[in-house]
């Protein structure tokens, strides 16, 4: 991680000291697992697409450096938000590639893998790690689902493929799918690499016992945006975040405020973004977002099928919404 590490230290943008995660295969071998991935603001970045519905790595590149100057901690490529599910493989590994590529190690990269065949995410885990990616998101198998030894299996067989720190990313609502807080615990405890979890519920509760279960052994990353000062004080490290995409400095902030000791700011900061949130979410994520986006200017192009155009009630309660917040005029 030589590039963007200093003391232990990866350094913002905005100069807010971010911890990140010490990639070296033998140090995640014996377990030392003493730093997170990332501290702070992730964004679960989307994909640009030309009007043909190729990627457009123009726009990617230029999407990437907004993100940087903006304070963002680590760059997620290809999961939900990026629309990973409708990507070929090729691109799939290309975007990530790119990524690695254009970021060139000013913050981490942290690719999606996630299948809900184990041997596909096998492969793609192992082809990211050939690529230089700092971390991997690995969502539960989703529609054939498993059951918590199955999924306890799943992790472990990724895990022990690779050499890099691993995100479990739990989201039932999309899934059909719950790692529930033991099953966790016991694949933090006995996977050296597995080390944090996109909590994505929505289960205050679910997530409150999984912290108090892990006592410090599982870094939890909040996955829903409208939750991240309730995940930092149960001690979350920050978000992986789909408000990232259209307000990353103040999503970052949320994040950095709380950390430095300002949860007064902070909890100001979240509440302030509620109505956002809500119209990012008024419709099937990337939908919502990637239209904001295209609003504010940012000409990141259509949405592949079956995602489809926005209803336009709910247009027009996205663009109140970013006017509200400042994003629009």
């Known amino acids: 991680m030589e590039g963007y590490l200093k003391d232990g230290l990866l350094t913002s943008s905005f100069c807010s000291p971010v911890r990140a995660f010490f990639n070296d295969a033998d140090l995640i071998m014996k377990g030392k697992r003493s730093m997170a991935i990332f501290e702070g603001a992730g ?15 123009d726009k990617m590149a230029e999407f990437i450096d907004y993100q940087v100057d903006n304070g963002t901690d680590a760059i997620i490529v290809c999961g939900t938000t990026g629309e990973a599910s409708t990507l070929s493989e090729k691109e799939h590994l290309d975007a990530i590639e790119f990524t690695v590529s254009h970021v060139n190690k000013r913050i981490p990269v ?6 809900n065949c184990t041997e596909s995410a096998v492969f793609l885990s192992q082809e990211a790690q050939s690529v230089g990616v700092d971390g991997l998101l690995v969502v539960t198998p989703y529609y054939n689902k498993a059951t918590q030894k199955g999924l306890i299996a799943h992790y472990t067989t990724i895990a022990k493929s690779v050499d890099l720190p691993i995100i479990m ?27 944090g979890i996109k909590e994505a519920t929505g289960n205050i509760s679910q997530a409150a016992k999984l912290m108090s279960l892990a006592d410090g052994c599982i870094d939890m990353y909040s996955g829903n945006d409208d939750q991240i000062v309730p995940i930092l004080s149960l001690g979350g490290k920050g978000v992986i975040s789909v408000l990232s995409n259209v307000a990353p400095k103040k999503t970052h902030d949320i994040v950095a405020e709380y950390l430095a000791g300002n949860v007064e700011v902070s909890r100001k ?4 973004a ?32 079956p995602l489809s155009p926005m209803e336009d009630k709910n247009l027009e309660t996205l663009k109140n919404a970013l006017k509200n917040y400042g994003l629009l005029k």
């Open 274 to 305: 509620i109505e956002l949130i809500d119209a990012l979410f008024c419709e099937v994520n990337p939908i919502p977002v990637k239209h904001a986006l295209n609003l504010m200017g940012m000409e990141v192009g259509p949405l592949r099928m």
């Open 269 to 272: 900061l979240q509440l302030e």
């Open 169 to 195: 990313y739990n989201v039932p609502s999309r899934t059909g799918c719950n790692i529930l807080p033991e099953t966790a615990v016991t694949l933090a405890k006995t996977v050296d690499n597995i080390v």
């Open 110 to 115: 942290i690719a999606g893998t996630g299948s």
């Open 43 to 57: 964004v679960a970045m989307i994909t640009p697409m030309k009007a043909n519905g190729e990627i457009n790595y």
